[in-house]
Nanobody
């Protein structure tokens, strides 16, 4: 059974940067994608970005495109989310998740079956 462990959250000022990591224990098939969702208090969980293991293809939400970059390290079984130009509205708990991506990377939370425990990102104004 694959387990996902996030790290890298914290407190940062607006305009700053953070890098989140998600390490997967156990082998992840190439037809799966691993990505990030976030959830702010009182709001629904929303897709941020994901990368497919087989070919490195990515999908990034419009709200973070140009500021956030997702990448993978196959040797380390780890994905990263580089977050630049952070805004207060990026404040949320960020969750790493795995979902099947045989026909492309999906953006709905229901398509992801394994989740990490979450890491808090707080951006102060």
């Amino acid at each position: 059974q694959v387990q996902l462990v996030e790290s890298g959250g914290g407190l940062v000022q607006a305009g700053g940067s953070l890098r989140l990591s998600c390490a997967a224990s156990g082998r992840t098939s190439g037809t799966y994608a691993t990505g990030w969702f976030r959830q702010a208090p009182g709001k629904e969980r929303e897709f941020v970005a994901a990368v497919r293991w087989s070919d490195g293809s990515t999908n990034t939400a419009e709200s973070v495109k140009g500021r956030f970059t997702i990448s993978r390290d196959i040797a380390k079984n780890t994905i990263y989310l580089q977050m630049n130009s952070l805004k207060p509205e990026d404040t949320a708990t960020y969750y790493c998740a795995r979902g099947w991506a045989g026909f492309g990377i999906l953006v709905t939370a229901k398509a992801y079956d394994i989740w990490g425990q979450g890491t808090q990102v707080t951006v102060s104004s």
